[in-house]
């Protein structure tokens, strides 16, 4: 395990992703392709929760929350490269009551950004 790393909350009630062996380096922290497999896909349903956000305030809020567990444990783990991007993702982000979300569509964009960063990094492995 990596300096213990484990997301706090499970998404969607699915079992908690612990991060174990490390087998190639990144700029922070030492990944594999197993690691970096359970990462990609947390954002992946990262992204899918955000489209089920766009008109949805408790979504949208569980999102936020959801995106700053997914933040913690990539810090846990010193995965800061990803890390930092998710957290500028997440400062974008402004759950509203009543109203359709106005950063959805640069929002969107930002979390295919690290979602393709993610993938390239599993590609190099």
């Not at 408790?58 to 490269?81: H, N, P, V, W």
Request: proline share 1%; with cysteine; charged share 30%.
């Amino acid at each position: 395990m990596i300096d213990g790393f484990c997301l706090y909350r499970t998404f969607y009630k699915f079992e908690t992703h612990c991060i174990e062996s490390s087998l190639i380096s990144t700029r922070d922290a030492i990944m594999d392709k197993e690691n970096w497999e359970k990462i990609l896909s947390y954002m992946e349903k990262l992204c899918s929760l955000h489209e089920d956000a766009i008109c949805n305030y408790e979504k949208c809020r569980e999102f936020a929350s959801r995106m700053a567990d997914f933040i913690t444990g990539l810090e846990d783990i010193r995965c800061y490269q990803i890390s930092d991007m998710a957290m500028d993702a997440l400062g974008y982000c402004n759950p509203k009551v009543a109203s359709h979300c106005e950063t959805a569509h640069s929002e969107k964009d930002r979390l295919e950004f690290i979602r393709q960063r993610i993938m390239s990094n599993l590609k190099q492995l």
